[in-house]
């Protein structure tokens, strides 16, 4: 399914069916050839915007499986890039595409839960592209606390969210089917498979990270696009720990 390289439908129905570190263990071999890796049209825009908001020194991908984000990362930290992955699959994929370039950063590849990270205050940079789906929204709290303990002292923890679909429009209907299935597979079947859609509203988001200890700023990308109503498409949250 989705190109010629990517899984079949028997392998992502394997997957769906396996708990979320096992489902993308056997995922990660074709990963990058489905719309659950990041595109660049995502990524493009936001590495931009971290360059604005740089230097960093050292950054960290929460959830970075096969490494789109951490591409960025080591376009933007001059001295440590370290990607956090449950998955050990990905984490492999991640290693083995990486490729060594003169004055850039060499990644570290962690295989940790980002609910319990076992670092210190070291990085002034922390990222995520696509993951918080895999959390639960009682979970939240403790992974933004997770995030503010590993950065220094006035770093940043910077991540795009994109706007809700139109009530009504088709890609509304889609997320709600597809939450809505995964709901009734998880109350049916173990292991669980966390992975919602519509868990992540930026108000309340906002207010956890302020809870915190965060200051929350909200940027638009405008390479992205506006909806009809003139809000952006996709907006960067930049939530920087107090000093």
Known sequence: MFAPQGPTFRELAVQALSSIERGYDLLAPKFDHTPFRTPDAI???????????????????????TGAGMDVLRQICRERVTGVDLSAGMLAEGRARERVTAGVPRAEWVRADARALPFGPVFDLAVSFGAFG??????????????????????????????????????????????AAMRVRNALWRPSFVMYYRTFPLAEVRAELTRTGFDVQLCALPELGRRPDGSPRCRLVVATRAA
């Open 43 to 65: 990524l493009t825009p936001v590495s931009r915007a971290l360059q604005r908001l740089g230097p960093f020194n050292s950054g960290l991908d929460l959830c970075c499986g």
């Open 134 to 179: 895999h959390f639960l929204p009682r979970e939240r709290p403790g992974l933004f606390s997770q995030v503010h303990s590993v950065l220094r002292p006035g770093g940043r923890f910077v991540f795009p969210i994109g706007a809700p679909a139109r009530p009504g429009s088709p890609g509304y209907w889609t997320l709600l089917a597809f939450d």
